[in-house]
Nanobody
């Protein structure tokens, strides 16, 4: 049974940083590309970025390049999202995603709020 559990969300002030974690189980994590998405209130879910199975490949939404970084620790079955210089537009629910045999699997999400 595939499980994805996000953590690390919370309230931060503009300009601050935050790191999210997603711990996975139930599938061969070290053979699976992982993605982070986010969904702001009233908006569609959007892809933040992707990391390949061994972490050497990453790709990001153009508007987030340079501020957001995805990494992974295959020994811990965990993928991370480092967010820097955050602003109010980063307020959203953040989800990790694993596509396995064509099926998208989602965690429950973790809420991030950027506010002064």
């Amino acid at each position: 049974q595939v499980q994805l559990v996000e953590s690390g969300g919370g309230l931060v002030q503009p300009g601050e940083s935050l790191r999210l974690s997603c711990t996975a189980s139930g599938f061969p994590f070290n053979e699976t590309g992982m993605r982070w998405y986010r969904q702001a209130p009233g908006k569609e879910r959007e892809l933040i970025g992707t990391i390949g199975p061994d972490g050497t490949y990453t790709d990001y939404r153009d508007s987030l390049k340079g501020r957001f970084t995805i990494s992974r620790d295959n020994a811990k079955n965990t993928v991370y999202l480092q967010m820097n210089r955050m602003n109010t537009e980063d307020t959203a629910m953040y989800y990790c995603n694993a596509r396995i045999r064509g099926i998208h699997n989602w965690g429950q999400g973790t809420q991030v709020t950027v506010s002064s």
